[in-house]
């Protein structure tokens, strides 16, 4: 008999991405295996973002066209994850009653148990309100071998009056600081050469954990330090930093660490004062600027990007000529840049003077206008340097395509396996990736 197949669409951030590779760990281990066609699934599974708003049309978008798939096969499971299905839960199966099993945020390790008991019991839903297992426990199927995802802490405790993570994914819960090593250090053993650090704000990691036998509680600089002398592993990443709780022993500890790479991101939301205190954002953007200035100064070279919002309620014309000022002196390498979203459930969603489309879209096109410019002076500031460069896959021109250390995506002509590390000069600058010719090949990660 054909093993069962199942497809898995995700949407959002890294703490998804991260997620589904547990969801794809979870199926692979009970016999599935992937597929990219929907007719061919016996299992559909969608790992849903709540961050804006088009997200829950997309998601019904995708529900609507399975539909009459599933009518011609009603054995097919359909399977909505992630923050929406911890959000919106029962309103799902409301709006679309062909979905099977509803799954949230902290119930992910039950997936399985879910899809055996919809098959004898009917639909399930599942949006418990507390993580029993960190995903990170979980088995994982991780799309390339060299790079993985380490969740260090689930939640958030602050409350951004934009943002839906604190209700979707509930209060910070930091991992054991042992828990990270050992996930680590075996994963450097299976031939992983780069790791990313996830939780919402690294730097008040380990607020809510003790460490055995004294009274102090790991810090996210001890763990950067502790993870970079694990043997194997050549490049540490972290995502993200909140600048409220940035202190500077984590710009010390990336300082010290030969493998934390020289790359922050480092969300400045708004560049107007007044914004940001109405976002509950506690920092101001001169403190934002001066923090940038501490760590450009230790750490020289070091690449930064940013997320920002345009579009909040009540932002005036000069609040966001502020937002442009603070982008024109930070110089950022590059920016995720947002349309305000207002989110039910959010305090944001209630302030009087949310904006109107066609202006918040004015903004967004200034915005994004002259980010590409200073993106692209970055970016040419780079042509004629050497640079390490570790491949992830094939250019979208020929060629492979790969990232330097400080996370700028460089193109390079010829064959090169995923997880190899090249030596570059850089030759050629875009706004979003650079060409690079090869100095010399390296090395081959060994990746198993
Ligand atoms: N914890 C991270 C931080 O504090 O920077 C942010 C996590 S959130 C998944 C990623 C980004 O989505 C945020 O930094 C923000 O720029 C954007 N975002 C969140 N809520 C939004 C909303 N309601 N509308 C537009 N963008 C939003
Ligand atoms: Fe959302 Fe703010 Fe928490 Fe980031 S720090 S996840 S923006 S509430």
């Known amino acids: 008999m054909a093993e069962p197949r199942y497809l898995l669409r995700t949407f959002g951030c890294q703490m998804n991405e991260h997620d589904s590779e547990r969801i794809a760990g979870l199926l692979t281990a009970d016999g599935y295996v992937a597929t990219e066609e929907a007719a061919d699934a016996n299992v559909v599974v969608f790992n849903t973002c709540a961050i804006r708003e088009n997200a829950d049309n997309r998601l019904y978008g995708n529900l609507g066209h399975l539909r009459p798939l599933k009518q011609a096969n009603p054995r097919m499971r359909i399977v909505v994850a992630g923050c929406l299905a911890q959000k919106d839960g029962g309103t799902i199966r409301e709006r679309a009653p062909w979905v099977d099993v509803v799954v949230g945020t902290h119930a992910l390790p039950g997936l399985i148990e879910l899809l055996h008991r919809a098959e004898t019991e009917g639909p399930q839903l599942d949006v418990r309100e507390q993580t029993e297992i960190f995903p990170s426990a979980l088995p994982a199927l991780r799309e390339v071998a060299h790079h993985a995802w380490v969740s260090i802490a689930v939640g958030c405790d602050n409350a951004c009056t934009f943002c839906i993570v604190p209700l979707v994914r509930g209060p910070q819960l930091s991992r054991p600081i042992g828990d990270v090593l050992a996930e680590v250090q075996g994963l450097a053993r299976r031939g992983v050469v780069e790791i990313t650090l996830l939780g919402q704000n690294v730097n008040t990691y380990g607020r809510d954990l003790t460490v055995p036998r004294s009274a102090q509680r790991p810090l996210f600089a001890d763990l950067l330090r502790a993870v970079n002398r694990v043997e194997g592993l050549r490049r540490i990443r972290f995502t993200s930093p909140h600048p409220h709780d940035f202190t500077p022993d984590v710009i010390d500890a990336m300082a010290e660490s030969d493998k934390v790479c020289e790359h922050i991101h480092f969300p400045l939301q708004s560049g107007s004062d007044r914004v940001l205190r109405a976002m509950h954002r506690s920092y101001r953007r001169e403190r934002y600027l001066g923090w940038l200035e501490r760590i450009r100064a230790a750490i020289p070279g070091i690449a930064v990007s940013t997320d920002i919002i345009v579009g909040f309620p009540g932002e005036s014309e000069e609040d966001f000529e502020d937002t442009l000022d603070v982008v024109r002196r930070?110089?950022?390498?590059?920016?995720?840049?947002?349309?305000?979203?207002?989110?039910?459930?959010?305090?944001?969603?209630?302030?009087?003077?949310?904006?109107d489309k066609p202006e918040v879209q004015e903004r967004f096109d200034r915005l994004v206008a002259l980010q590409e410019a200073i993106a692209l002076e970055r970016m040419r500031e780079q042509v004629g340097s050497s640079a390490e460069v570790l491949i992830e896959g094939l250019g979208r021109?020929?060629?492979?395509?790969?990232?330097?250390?400080?996370?700028?995506?460089?193109?390079?002509?010829?064959?090169?396996?995923?997880?190899?590390?090249?030596?570059?000069?850089i030759v050629g600058a875009h706004p979003h990736h650079l060409e690079g010719e090869l100095a010399e090949r390296r090395e081959h990660a060994a990746v198993g």
């Open 397 to 425: 021109k020929g060629g492979a395509q790969g990232r330097t250390r400080g996370n700028r995506v460089v193109h390079v002509g010829g064959e090169h396996a995923p997880g190899t590390f090249l030596d570059v000069r």
């Open 330 to 355: 930070a110089r950022f390498d590059q920016a995720y840049t947002f349309q305000y979203s207002p989110r039910p459930g959010t305090r944001a969603a209630e302030m009087e003077g949310q904006l």
